[in-house]
């Protein structure tokens, strides 16, 4: 049954997280599919394509034949982390993002229903590929078109340069800008594929720490100084 994401599907789904949080604002229509609905489009689970820290993918057809990749979480205990997928994917409407079709909250069968993309994921196609790329279709790819190396991987860079990578209202002293390069590699950190490859909450709350106290001792030493 097609129907428009009702505010307090998530939201009652996540018991005691601060479920307003997680509201999607998206007047995108999506299905709310049963398991046996589920079963049914991927044929009992029968093509499997992808596997992660979170669970299986598996590939099924939907009924007017359109192609789709179903997420199956496996922990259960990742309610959390399944409701803002879908919040995210509710407010993301980009060519370059697969398109949400529909989602399951049965007990124990937590599923993600997004469209298929043959060739895989953008990860998959620049490094999983055995099919030939053209160098500059995987820096297109990996930067967009019109970004040199050296402004994306702005730890690599001379000193000063990085300026150019921040916003100058942000980015006024050199301190600043290590402290800026500090939380970019933390946060592509944050960004991997995979959970398992991504730092604990904890361990990012003390990196967070120690780069603002690194900070403020840095600006109380040049006022000192002043």
């Not at 980015?171 to 594929?193: H, N, Q, R, S, W």
Request: proline share 3%.
């Amino acid at each position: 049954m097609i129907m428009e994401l009702p505010e307090n599907k998530l939201t009652n789904f996540i018991h005691g997280n601060q479920e307003a949080k997680w509201r999607p604002v998206s007047n995108h229509n999506i299905n709310n599919f049963t398991e046996d609905e589920i079963k049914r489009i991927t044929n009992n689970y029968g093509t499997p394509i992808g596997k992660g820290g979170f669970g299986q993918v598996y590939q099924g057809s939907l009924d007017d034949g359109t192609l789709v990749a179903v997420k199956k979480y496996i922990c259960q205990n990742l309610k959390e982390g399944f409701a803002k997928e879908i919040t995210v994917h509710c407010q993301i409407n980009h060519k370059n993002v697969v398109r949400l079709y529909g989602y399951c909250t049965e007990e124990n069968a937590l599923m993600i229903v997004t469209e298929y993309v043959p060739r895989g994921n953008l990860r998959d196609l620049l490094h999983g590929s055995d099919d030939p790329i053209s160098l500059d279709t995987r820096k297109d790819a990996r930067y967009g078109g019109n970004l040199s190396n050296k402004y994306i991987h702005i730890w690599k860079m001379a000193d000063g340069s990085g300026r150019v990578a921040f916003d100058k209202e942000i980015a006024v002293e050199e301190g600043d800008i290590f402290i800026l390069e500090e939380m970019g590699k933390m946060a592509i950190e944050c960004l991997k594929e995979y959970p398992d490859e991504r730092p604990e909450m904890v361990v990012v709350v003390e990196r967070l720490q120690k780069l603002k106290t690194d900070w403020m001792e840095a600006r109380r030493k040049k006022l000192q100084d002043l």
